[in-house]
């Protein structure tokens, strides 16, 4: 083979080998973008209030004491402070917490991430969250700085009284 043909081959062989480098480029940024922006992503729960005929003083409740849309959703977004709810129904301890947490939730609905989880209802997408974070008692509020870190993670109530959302609050206050 002369010289000429040796500089053609490797002019085809280099052109072959750029060929697939920008054929895996665009595969790659196809599906980061997929990734990225196709795949739905979790939404916060939403339109929180009280569920009607709750108690607070006894375990008569058969209803799950907040209500709202998303209520299923089972992440966080990234860069996002979040606040995991665990709760029963038919927990006079749960109904109160609820009470605080719905009570604060329109100050803080655009700052935090809330996710609700009902652990006689617990949806695929919460339970990894039932895996890490809770711990049998209920109810438990699992608190995530916008970085990921668990700044909170205790069961029982936040306030010694009904309707004391103090603690609660100043908690909510330091995840943003």
């Given at each position: 083979m002369n010289r000429l043909e040796k500089a053609s081959v490797n002019?085809?062989?280099?052109?072959?080998?750029k060929m697939v480098f920008v054929t895996?480029?665009?595969?790659l940024a196809l599906l980061a973008h997929l990734t990225i922006f196709g795949v739905p992503r979790a939404r916060a729960a939403s339109d929180l209030s009280l569920a009607p005929?709750?108690?607070?003083?006894?375990d008569s409740s058969p209803n799950f004491p907040i209500?709202?849309?998303n209520i299923s959703d089972g992440q966080g977004l990234p860069g996002e402070a979040t606040v995991i709810f665990f709760g029963t129904s038919n927990c006079w301890n749960t109904a109160r917490e609820a009470e605080r947490l719905v009570?604060?939730?329109?100050?803080?609905?655009?700052?935090l991430h809330?996710?609700?989880?009902?652990?006689?209802q617990v949806s695929s997408?919460?339970?990894?969250?039932?895996s890490h974070y809770y711990y049998g008692y209920i109810p438990t509020i699992t608190a995530l700085s916008s970085d990921g870190k668990v700044i909170y993670n205790r069961a029982g109530e936040t306030g010694m009284i009904r309707g004391d959302t103090s603690n609660l609050q100043r908690l909510l206050n330091s995840l943003h």
């Amino acid at each position: 083979m002369n010289r000429l043909e040796k500089a053609s081959v490797n002019y085809l062989r280099c052109s072959q080998a750029k060929m697939v480098f920008v054929t895996l480029a665009w595969a790659l940024a196809l599906l980061a973008h997929l990734t990225i922006f196709g795949v739905p992503r979790a939404r916060a729960a939403s339109d929180l209030s009280l569920a009607p005929n709750l108690s607070f003083d006894d375990d008569s409740s058969p209803n799950f004491p907040i209500q709202g849309r998303n209520i299923s959703d089972g992440q966080g977004l990234p860069g996002e402070a979040t606040v995991i709810f665990f709760g029963t129904s038919n927990c006079w301890n749960t109904a109160r917490e609820a009470e605080r947490l719905v009570k604060l939730y329109p100050q803080f609905r655009n700052r935090l991430h809330f996710v609700i989880v009902d652990l006689r209802q617990v949806s695929s997408a919460q339970q990894p969250l039932v895996s890490h974070y809770y711990y049998g008692y209920i109810p438990t509020i699992t608190a995530l700085s916008s970085d990921g870190k668990v700044i909170y993670n205790r069961a029982g109530e936040t306030g010694m009284i009904r309707g004391d959302t103090s603690n609660l609050q100043r908690l909510l206050n330091s995840l943003h």
